[in-house]
């Protein structure tokens, strides 16, 4: 199991996907994701996020079959050269556990076990750790399921659902790790207002927290109107604030950039405690 709670670590964004929201050219071929994956553990990733479908608003679903062709050559590449955990983003049970005998340690579910709720079964199966993130809705949807009566008491309450369920079908809580879901099914203020009361999210949920607020829509509301990949000093002043709020793990596409940034962040949260 990851050693949560020493300090935050970084997971290190792999998209092996030709249409990525974040990112201008695709990793789709193998040997290039698995050349970039050790290009983020060169700079200081904790984790790498091997992830075969895209989750961007409005995205279309893409088959199993070809998701696995997708991630599993990775993932089994990676698993011999990098000394560091490596996660599968899907929500997909089948493809869950192909990667997971493959090698991967973690499961990152952006559904939370609501599209396929037989993952969680594979996840309990194979020992995996598991990343439960909250949302609503489909990707082409989510945006009308964006309205809360506290943000912070609704997505805890429905991550602790979420949570339950996972249990329920096999999951042992110490391997579960929670996700707020940063711009899904959140407009901007809903984002901004959980990344202000993480501390209050965390304190209720009483599980590590994972936060990804790399290059998302949400940060144009202060930065303007700029593509994706130019909204790093954004997400660079989202990720001080995870740390400082106590994430355990902050999801990034810029992993030098923004290791440093939790380093220094880790430093003055820790100043702040011994002082």
Known sequence: MLALGERCLVMGILNVTPDSFAE???KIDPADAVEAALRMEAAGADIIDVGGESTRPGAE???VEEELSRVLPVVSTLAKRVRVPISIDT????VARAAVNAGAAIVNDVSGLLYEP???ESAAATGAALVLMHTRGRSKS?????VYDDVIQDVGRELRARMDSAVERGVAAERIILDPGIGFAKRPAHSYGVLARLAELAAALDRPL???PSRKSFLREATGDRPAPERDWGTAAAVAASVLAGAHIVRVHAVAEMTQVVRV???IRKSTVDG
């Open 24 to 26: 201008p050219a695709s």
């Open 61 to 63: 679903p893409v088959p």
């Open 91 to 94: 929500y997909k049970a089948a």
């Open 118 to 120: 037989d993952l969680a």
């Open 142 to 146: 989510m945006y009308a399921e964006a």
């Open 210 to 212: 994972l936060v990804g």
């Open 265 to 267: 962040a880790e430093e």
